[in-house]
């Protein structure tokens, strides 16, 4: 099979496309067919050797997640119903044509649903759910979502607005702010402006009631003051380190601060619950995952250079079946 393989932890180039043996499942496992990987902002670290602790990574290793396909194979043990069903699996690879995954890693796509879109879901429809469940939009006030064109930002600004909130979406670029606006956010903001706390405070009458934190780092730990006192601020966001809040002003303002992630990923069993319904709300019209490139799986490094340069706008995917370099 076709698959990307890194040898040594470094810049994107080290994204390396091999040839390898098909993989055999174990008891208890499946191998999917891989239609869709998913790609998100963890790989890019992780394939700079960031977070061994938390997300050891025994070289080589195919990096990804998991993603979206077909069950192709089955362990012993496992139901032969499996062979030939549409799943999603979040799993530790991805980036390869064929994938091993527990059978507890496997989800069935809701008919009708394309590969693209149950794999968009894998990851930031679960951080997108887990993160609505912590803040809790409320019908009628302001919410903030930064980094609102990325993955999960996208879906966030979209729960909050089902929810009845108003948003108030932040980003870097106008093409950014276009999706955000496309979406649903009723104000948007530029955040790579100096202003842009004020811009938000002023839109928000006095301050923003939730923030949904994409962001992390000295943005996401500025995010903190575009909230108004009482408000809720919780925060997923890696792209420059988490965001750090100063917990004693929080307390003295009375804001609620959440960050869910500084622990590591989700335990399986939450994670799998909140990808149930990410894809239950997007069967149902409510979440729309905003695709915004997609990659043949010779390109991967590609697609971590575009997360890098914060140039792609929505969700990125690899396509393992697709040709070309």
Same mark, same amino acid.
């Given at each position: ?60 290793? &195919? ?10 194979? &089955? ?26 995954? !527990?059978?507890?890693? &496997?989800?069935?796509?809701? !008919? ?84 842009? &706390? ?30 108004? !006192? ?96």
């Amino acid at each position: 099979m076709r698959a990307i393989q890194v040898s040594v932890f470094g810049g994107p180039e080290v994204l390396t496309p091999v040839e390898l043996p098909d993989p055999v499942p174990g008891r208890g496992q499946v191998v999917v067919g891989m239609a869709a990987a998913d790609v998100i902002f963890l790989d890019t670290l992780l394939r700079g050797g960031w977070g061994k602790e938390i997300f050891p990574r025994e070289l080589p290793y &195919i990096p990804g997640g998991g993603g979206a396909g077909e069950v192709v194979a &089955i362990g012993e043990g496992v139901d032969p119903a499996w062979i030939g069903r549409r799943v999603v699996t979040r799993t530790g690879t991805g980036y390869a044509e064929r994938v091993v995954a !527990d059978a507890d890693e &496997i989800m069935p796509i809701p !008919d009708g649903m394309a590969f693209e879109t149950a794999a968009a879901l894998v990851h930031d429809g679960t951080t997108a759910i887990m993160m609505e469940r912590l803040g809790v939009a409320e019908k009628g006030e302001w919410v903030l979502v930064t980094a609102a064109a990325g993955g999960a930002g996208s879906l966030l600004v979209q729960l909050a607005i089902d929810a009845g909130a108003r948003v108030v979406a932040a980003a870097s670029s106008d093409a950014k702010l276009a999706l955000a606006r496309e979406l649903g956010a009723e104000a948007t903001v530029d955040y790579t402006r100096p202003d842009w &706390i004020e811009r938000v405070r002023e839109v928000t009458g006095g301050g923003a009631a939730l923030v949904y934190d994409g962001a992390g780092g000295p943005l996401g730990t500025a995010a903190l003051n575009a909230l108004a !006192d009482g408000g809720r601020f919780v925060t997923y966001g890696t792209a420059e380190g988490f965001a750090a809040p100063d917990r004693e002003l929080a307390a003295r303002r009375g804001l609620r601060v959440f960050t869910p992630l500084l622990d590591g990923p989700p335990a399986r069993e939450a994670a799998r619950g909140w990808l149930a319904l990410a894809l239950e709300r997007a069967t149902e019209g409510r979440l729309r995952p905003a695709i915004g490139a997609v990659y043949p799986l010779e390109r991967a490094a590609d697609a971590h250079r575009a997360l890098a340069e914060r140039a792609t706008v929505g969700k990125s995917l690899l396509l393992p079946g697709a040709n070309g370099a």
